[in-house]
């Protein structure tokens, strides 16, 4: 039990990598920062990138500085390589906190590493970003509509986190083919990580009922660049149902 402790000690004050010269930031308000990434991934999706952050200075910066007074979104977000979060909102080195895995889905690793974003990088907004033609989201719709798919043993436990919003969209469309069922079930997936990331983290819950951290949800279209924000007052709702969950995680810190 001491050496976990040490070693968690270990981990967390190398991942906070704070120095004595970097000084504390007054980030820009919640809504502010959905503004900066909307104009950013206007930017990219007109050809009109600008780059920003990513000059020699601003990684000298980075290597002498707490990325916590710095990093103004958290964003989860697929592994897809045709899917590059700093890229889509036109932002650079210490602006995003990302992180990235198959059908951007929200289960133990990940919302530990948001809970991180939210709570020590202190990022005012938490971006779940889901994509069109989502392979993850595809394969789940597929093994839901009853075909046999030959995966890795590891994948299965990876995407089962994507059963429930496509089984609920299933239902909710039963007139739709499994093929135009996709999108929907990508839209419902977003609002899916959502659900699981408030029903397993009180500590992200408290904050966003705290006001200090905004979560909003995109889809961001592969052909045209262009991410599809979605409804604003839909993360509230969600939140609103889990804490009349008497499943939800009650516990804010590690015991």
Not at 148 to 164: F, G, H, M, Y
Not at 236 to 247: F, G, R, S, W
Request: aromatic share 6%; with cysteine; charged share 25%.
């Amino acid at each position: 039990m001491k050496l976990t402790k040490m070693l968690l000690f270990v981990l967390l004050f190398s991942f906070l990598d704070i120095s004595a010269g970097d000084k504390k930031t007054e980030k820009p308000s919640a809504d502010k920062i959905i503004e900066m990434l909307k104009e950013g991934n206007q930017r990219f999706v007109d050809g009109k990138s600008t780059f920003p952050n990513i000059e020699i200075s601003r990684r000298e910066l980075a290597a002498n500085s707490d990325q916590g007074n710095y990093a103004y979104a958290t964003v989860l977000s697929c592994s897809d390589s045709r899917v590059p979060a700093e890229f889509i909102f036109d932002a650079g080195i210490m602006d995003l906190f990302v992180i990235r895995v198959a059908g951007n889905v929200a289960d133990t690793d990940e919302i530990g590493t948001i809970e991180y974003g939210l709570g020590h990088v202190n990022t005012p907004v938490l971006v779940v970003l889901g994509h069109s033609g989502c392979g993850a989201v595809k394969a789940v719709n597929a093994v839901v509509h009853g075909e046999k798919l030959q995966l890795e043993s590891n994948i299965p436990p990876l995407v089962d986190n994507i059963i429930p919003a496509v089984s609920a969209v299933k239902e909710k469309h039963s007139d739709l083919s499994q093929n135009e069922l996709v999108p929907y079930a990508i839209e419902q997936n977003v609002w899916q990580s959502v659900n699981d990331l408030f029903m397993k983290s009180a500590a992200s819950r408290k904050l966003v009922e705290d006001g200090k951290v905004k979560v909003i949800g995109g889809i961001y279209d592969i052909a045209s660049g262009k991410v599809n924000w979605l409804d604003e007052n839909k993360p509230m709702e969600i939140l609103k149902a889990v804490n009349d969950n008497p499943q939800r995680s009650m516990n804010i810190y590690a015991e």
